[in-house]
Structures are given as C-alpha cells and as structure tokens.
C-alpha cells in the first residue's frame, strides 16, 4: 500500500474512535435526562439523518477539493456537534449534528481510496479500513463505557474544571481531545493529485446529478446487487446496536457499560471476518459470498433463545480470584461468530460497489449515493425499532422479526443476482477499466 494510504487510516481510526465512544457518552446523558426508552435509537436516526438528506450536496463537496482537506473541514464540525453536547444542548440534536459531520466526511474517507489504489488493490484496501473502522468501533465503544464508569469519571472530574458535573460529561471532553487527535492525522493525508471537473453549485442541478447517478447505480446489473447488500447490511447493523444493548440487559442482566463491551465483541468478529475476505476473496469472486447473508440471519435469530438461565450458575472460568460465568463466555463466541459472518460478507460487497461506482460515475457521487440508500436504510429500520421498543415488545420477539427479515432480503438479492446472471453474464463486468 502507498503510504498515505496509512496516514487515511490513521485519521478514520481517531474520528471513528470518537463518533462511537461519543455514542455510548450520549445515551449515558439521555439517561441522566430520564428520557424515555424509544428515544436512545433515535440517537442513531439523528446522526445518520445528514447522511440521506445530504446526499445530493456531500458527494460533489468531496470531489471540488483534496479529500484530505474535505476530511479536516468536516471532522471539525463533528467537534463543534461534540461541544454543543457538553455545553448542555439536546444529545438528539447533538448527535446530529455530529452526523452532519460525518455525512460530508465518508465520501471523501472512501472516495481516496479509488483515486489512490487500482481495483486489484480495493478489496484488500477495504478490508484494511473495514478493519481500522471495526477497531475504532471496538475500542470506542469499550472507551465510552469506560469513561461513564463511576471509577474513571470521577478521576477525570476531579481533575478538570467544575463546569464536569457527571460521567457523561467527563467521557466528552476526553472524546473532544481524541476528534483533535484525527484532524492532525487529516492536515497529513497527500493530495492524491485527482481533478474532476468543476462542481455544480446550484441545489436543483446537484438534486438532478444526484438522481442521475442514483439510477445509474441500481440499474447497473453489478452495482444493484452489491448495493442492495451494503444496504441492507448498514441497516441491519445499526438498529444491532441497540439489539445487543437491550439484549444484554433483558437476558444477561447487564448494565450499559457491560453491555457495551458486547458490542465490542461482535466488532471483533466483524474485524476478523473483514481481515478474511480481504486476503481470501478477490474482487472477481466477491459476489461468491452472497449465501454468508443468509446464514447471518439465522445466527442472529438463535441469539432470541439465549439466556444466562441455560447456565448453571457455577459454570465458568476463574481468571485469578475474578469468576467469568459460563453463559458470558458463550455470548462472547456467539457474538463474535455473528460478527465474522457479517465482516466477511461486507466488504467485498464494499470493494465491489466502490469499483463499479468508480467507473460509472466519479469517487465521491458514488460514495454519496451509497451512502444515502446504506443511512436510508438504517433510519427506516431504527424507527421500526423504536416503534417496537414504544410498543412494549419484548426483545426476543424483535430479534426474531430482526433475523428473518435479514435471510429474507438476502434471498430475494441472491434470486435477482441469479436472474441477472441468466440474462446476462455479469460477472464479467468486474475489473472493467474507466472509460
């Protein structure tokens, strides 16, 4: 890999480390605020709703300057979201504004790497990023459980001004610090040398470009398969977050900060399954893990049937005086499997829609229509979610709608890929060259 492809890497790993540590911090404050339940998922619906309404504006902002300046712009408003937090605005409004920021930043975090890299070269790049984002995922989550732990957040407050009133506020200064981290690694990123022509300014063209290039995409026989899957996959993701936090408090009886670590441990497995495809799947075979979908749907709804009570109490593991129970220690590898499966089936989907984009459309436009179908998806299922959370329903119910939606989306993808297939060879479109 050329080596600023490293210096990206390191700037998406502080910035991502953030946005989820940040995530963890505000529903912390959402329940230091007593607000109800079905608010905590629209934290996530805030934050991604930039994502979709921006989608016609942020792509063509990406491709009007050098990425890594595009990236120092709009890491810093993810600052300002952070410290309109801290200085008591709604964590809701907060938190979007924050998505704001990281609406403008993914085009130009993923739309480097095709001007950087050659196709043979994107799986392997994706699965390095996919890899450094679940790794910021992990630790942020991990970090902001930390920082609301009575322990540590009182040590930061007794050793920063007397504006730090509770853990939820000492976790965002600490985060504040890690966001300036990642905008000296984006003043680093080279200029990669990439020109497109000059940016339509006027918000009826941009609209018109957008939708132009939103129709080329899924009618491309390539780019509809491997778009309907990060879709659906992005969506699925998001609203899991919030699975496994009520899951772990339902059936394992865990608090926030424990059951953030959960969410942690199904990043792992998603590293891992990322770090797999990325040295065994090539671009040409990406669509070969289609099938791995289905198979994450199932696994997913095994999860509503696991409880700490298929356990006797005494089984486990003793790490010196500490007991690490039985029923955690298979939630762990359970989760983590989920994980692996979903890694594995992402990113050559990833790498696939990245390449196809590039040569149908420009780095940034196809990064923005990805994203606006990928957060179009995560806000109609996170408000399905808190539909269901408002409703009473209980967890396990919702993890069984949850998986087989997902196996039943997935077939329907492989089924449309097949009758692609049979009308038209495809498959042989991938590697195709920039004309």
């Not at 990642?182 to 339509?200: C, K, M, S």
Request: glycine residues 8%.
């Amino acid at each position: 890999m050329k080596k600023g492809f490293y210096t990206i890497m390191a700037a998406q790993f502080f910035s991502s480390l953030a946005d989820n540590a940040l995530l963890i911090a505000a529903i912390a404050l959402l329940k230091d605020l007593h607000a109800p339940n079905w608010m905590t998922p629209l934290l996530k619906l805030f934050f991604v709703l930039s994502y979709v309404v921006l989608a016609a504006f942020v792509g063509a902002f990406a491709d009007s300057r050098p990425k890594g300046r595009v990236m120092f712009v709009t890491n810093t408003i993810k600052v300002v979201g952070c410290v309109a937090m801290l200085v008591g605005a709604h964590p809701l409004f907060a938190y979007g504004i924050v998505g704001f920021g990281a609406a403008a930043y993914s085009p130009a975090k993923y739309g480097i790497l095709t001007e950087l890299l050659p196709p043979d070269r994107l799986v392997a790049a994706n699965g390095w990023i996919e890899g450094t984002t679940v790794g910021s995922i992990i630790l942020g989550t991990v970090l902001g459980g930390a920082l609301i732990s009575p322990h540590i957040a009182s040590h930061i407050i007794r050793h920063t001004p007397h504006a730090i009133h509770t853990p939820a506020e000492a976790a965002m200064l600490i985060i504040i610090l890690i966001y300036v981290i990642a905008a000296l690694f984006n003043l680093r990123i080279p200029d990669t040398g990439a020109r497109y022509p000059r940016q339509e300014h006027g918000p009826i063209k941009l609209v018109t470009d957008f939708a132009d290039c939103f129709l080329v995409l899924w009618r491309d026989k390539l780019g509809q398969i491997s778009l309907a899957v990060t879709t659906l996959f992005w969506g699925a993701g998001a609203t899991l977050q919030f699975i496994v936090l009520k899951w772990a408090e339902v059936s394992l009886g865990m608090s926030l900060s424990e059951g953030a670590i959960l969410q942690a441990v199904v990043a792992v497995g998603v590293a891992a399954g990322a770090m797999i495809a990325a040295a065994r799947v090539p671009l040409k075979k990406s669509l070969t893990v289609l099938p791995v979908g289905v198979i994450m749907g199932i696994a997913v709804m095994l999860m509503a049937f696991y409880t700490k009570h298929l356990f006797p109490a005494h089984w486990g593991v003793y790490y010196g005086r500490m007991h690490i129970p039985g029923y955690l220690i298979f939630a762990y590898v359970f989760l983590m499997v989920v994980g692996a499966l979903s890694g594995f089936f992402v990113v050559p989907m990833n790498a696939l829609l990245q390449h196809r984009g590039h040569v149908l459309l420009s780095a940034g436009h196809s990064i923005a229509v990805q994203n606006f179908n990928e957060n179009l998806s995560v806000l109609v299922m996170l408000c399905l979610y808190a539909v269901l959370v408002w409703l009473d329903v209980p967890v396990a119910v919702v993890i069984v709608l949850f998986g087989t939606f997902v196996c039943v989306m997935m077939w329907l993808v492989m089924r449309r890929h097949q009758a692609n297939q049979r009308a038209f060879d495809s498959v042989s479109l991938i590697g195709e060259a920039h004309h």
